[in-house]
């Protein structure tokens, strides 16, 4: 096994910028879950034109049709555009998709606790499984009222880059996170 010694610098300013990202997110609320579904309809649009230029390439060089590429690409464009001139739909759906990202981020990451116990030690064990456990209890209150996910999504994504953050910074200290 390789030992790593020294700082992780990279997991360390990731670290920083989540906690900045995080207090923000706690002082305008609203403008953080607006501003995460703007980037998103941004995203759909750029992606929604990325799969249509493929579907015209391939068709160049090939002659077969890629529809699924086509059809997806519309889709996106379409998505995407409506996230824009819609933001508040947007944001109705956005807390209702969160939560179960929310569950399955916080599954996946305690299913490699035994590998993180084997490599970072006790304290970074207990952190990233109470960390985990504590999201997927919020992931299940925002699945079960999802007027309440609506009001809260900001705080509740402020309060997780602050952990995120936190657990970034102790896994670069530890020096668990240099070379990465």
């Given at each position: 096994?390789?030992?790593?010694?020294?700082?992780?610098?990279?997991?360390?300013i990731?670290?920083?910028?989540?906690?900045?990202?995080?207090?923000?997110?706690?002082?305008r609320?609203?403008?953080?879950?607006?501003?995460?579904?703007?980037?998103?309809?941004?995203?759909?649009?750029?992606?929604?034109?990325?799969?249509?230029?493929?579907?015209?390439?391939?068709?160049?060089?090939?002659?077969?049709?890629?529809?699924?590429?086509?059809?997806?690409g519309?889709?996106?464009?379409?998505?995407?555009?409506?996230?824009?001139?819609?933001?508040?739909?947007?944001?109705?759906?956005?807390?209702?998709?969160?939560?179960?990202?929310?569950?399955?981020?916080?599954?996946?990451?305690?299913?490699?606790?035994?590998?993180?116990?084997?490599?970072?030690?006790?304290?970074?064990?207990?952190?990233?499984?109470?960390?985990?456990?504590?999201?997927?209890?919020?992931?299940?209150?925002?699945?079960?009222n999802?007027?309440?996910?609506?009001?809260?999504v900001?705080?509740?994504?402020?309060?997780?880059?602050?952990?995120?953050?936190?657990?970034?910074?102790?896994?670069?200290?530890?020096?668990?996170?240099?070379?990465?």
């Amino acid at each position: 096994m390789k030992r790593r010694s020294g700082y992780g610098w990279l997991e360390l300013i990731i670290g920083v910028l989540l906690i900045l990202l995080g207090v923000f997110s706690f002082i305008r609320p609203s403008e953080i879950l607006l501003g995460v579904v703007i980037i998103y309809g941004i995203i759909a649009v750029l992606t929604g034109i990325a799969d249509i230029v493929f579907y015209i390439k391939i068709d160049r060089h090939t002659g077969f049709l890629p529809t699924v590429s086509l059809i997806s690409g519309l889709f996106s464009v379409m998505v995407g555009v409506m996230l824009l001139a819609y933001p508040a739909a947007g944001t109705w759906v956005f807390s209702l998709l969160f939560p179960i990202w929310f569950i399955a981020h916080c599954v996946s990451r305690l299913c490699h606790l035994n590998i993180i116990r084997l490599t970072a030690g006790k304290f970074y064990y207990y952190l990233a499984m109470t960390v985990n456990i504590i999201g997927i209890i919020l992931g299940v209150i925002m699945i079960l009222n999802p007027i309440v996910s609506i009001a809260a999504v900001g705080y509740i994504i402020g309060a997780y880059l602050i952990l995120l953050g936190a657990e970034s910074i102790i896994v670069a200290l530890s020096g668990f996170g240099s070379g990465w």
